[in-house]
């Protein structure tokens, strides 16, 4: 079974979420629940954004002591610079170069030439040589990149130094089959690869970053990057938890795993929503606030009989403590019956058909109804039809 690195971005592409803003406290909290979640890298920061930032890389550096810490930089000298001074205390650095490759970016970006970007790449990776073993070159917008030119780039910053190549679909343009050719194609044409980890980092445009990095896994590679709860610039970044669990859930087509403590995932997501203040949305994979929920009354009769039938993860697997039967217009009796014995009313038969008759018509006047709203029916509404 393969081991698939997890590299986390949250505070670093998630913090780029419009309008999230994190304090030191709040960035050292975070880094040390991912700590314990399991991720085998933290980007913690773009040291050169402000003289904040590098305190912020170098607070998670001096507590995170078991994960490597890994800083952003331009390919630039005053980049490295401060990368270097924000992770002077790390345990197990890592500088990351970003520099973008596509015609696009070459064009209207950097106004630079294919040379003037391979030169630029290759003299910021010796430059960043002097200070770190540990070197991740990102080629920004490789999904939008001729192949060639990808090879390469990649061929010459493995030469340079480079130990983590990373192709990113920066702008979430990547469909599932493309992007697996692309990594692919960049195995069998760059024969120095093999001596580097292959990542990859995807955006979520068009709603396929989860999709799109699992192709890259099919495809080999060896680190996947991501946020907790899919935050990021734009539509945000891969979701870590969704990839987490579809390996989990379906080794029998990626056959690779993961170091995440999956019931870590839960406690993470709600810190990370806590201190971002980034309402996830109730329907999303894994950690939405309906994940588990079912409120259709066949549903709801299936999972009371066998939660496999329409729950192919467990909720405490991923640290929810349990499922929930929500009671809407669509639930049955069944339901009806176990959320009453919970609420410690045992029914007969012919009671419980009642107490149905009454639920339906409360139901059609409200969107759910609430512990207090059958309290109520159990002891005012019902009992009085019933003398
Ligand atoms: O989206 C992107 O290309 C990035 C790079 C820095 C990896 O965030
Ligand atoms: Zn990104």
């Known amino acids: 079974m393969r081991k698939i690195q997890m590299f986390d971005t949250t505070l670093r592409d998630g913090e780029q979420s419009p309008g999230v803003h994190l304090t030191t406290e709040e960035k050292v909290e975070i880094a040390l629940q991912l700590e314990k979640l399991g991720v085998d890298r933290i980007e913690a920061g773009f040291p050169i954004s402000s003289p904040n930032e590098v305190k912020n890389v170098q607070a998670i550096a001096k507590v995170v002591r078991n994960t490597s810490i890994a800083a952003l930089a ?126 990859t980092h995807c955006h979520n445009d068009l709603g396929m970053a989860t999709a799109n990095t699992l192709a890259a896994i099919k495809a080999g590679v060896d680190q996947i990057e991501g946020t907790i709860n899919g935050i990021g610039e734009r539509a945000g970044n891969t979701s870590l938890e969704e990839v987490a669990l579809a390996l989990e859930t379906r080794q029998d087509i990626y056959q690779a795993t993961s170091n995440i403590v999956l019931n870590e995932i839960y406690p993470t997501s709600e810190l990370v929503r806590h201190y971002t203040g980034m309402v996830v949305q109730p329907n999303k994979a894994i950690v939405g606030d309906h994940a588990f929920s079912h409120e259709s009354g066949i549903h709801q009769d299936g999972v009371l009989k066998n939660a496999s039938t ?61 512990d207090d709203d059958l309290h109520k029916l159990v002891n005012q509404d019902f009992m009085n039809d019933k003398t």
């Open 310 to 370: 329409y729950e192919i993860i467990k909720p405490e697997t991923v640290g929810v403590p349990s499922s929930t039967i929500v009671l809407g217009k669509h639930s049955g009796r069944h339901a009806l019956q176990q959320k009453l014995a919970y609420l410690g009313y045992q029914l007969s038969k012919e009671e419980l058909a009642h107490a149905f008759e009454h639920f339906k018509k409360l139901i059609d006047q409200k969107k759910y109804v609430i």
């Open 74 to 199: 331009r390919a630039n000298i005053k980049d490295i610079e401060a990368a270097r001074e924000a992770l002077k205390g790390a345990a197990t650095p890592c500088l990351h170069i970003v520099l973008a490759t596509s015609p696009i970016h070459r064009k209207y970006k950097l106004n630079m030439t294919k040379e003037q970007v391979v030169e630029k790449a290759i003299q910021a990776i010796h430059f960043g040589k002097k200070y770190f073993s540990e070197i991740e070159f990102s080629l920004e917008d490789a999904s939008r990149t001729e192949l060639e030119f990808i090879y390469q780039v990649v061929d010459q910053a493995i030469r340079a130094g480079a130990t983590v190549i990373n192709l990113p679909d920066t702008v979430g343009y990547a469909s599932p089959e493309t992007f697996g050719d692309m990594f692919r194609k960049v195995r069998e044409h760059v024969p120095l690869i093999d001596k580097v980890l292959l990542s």
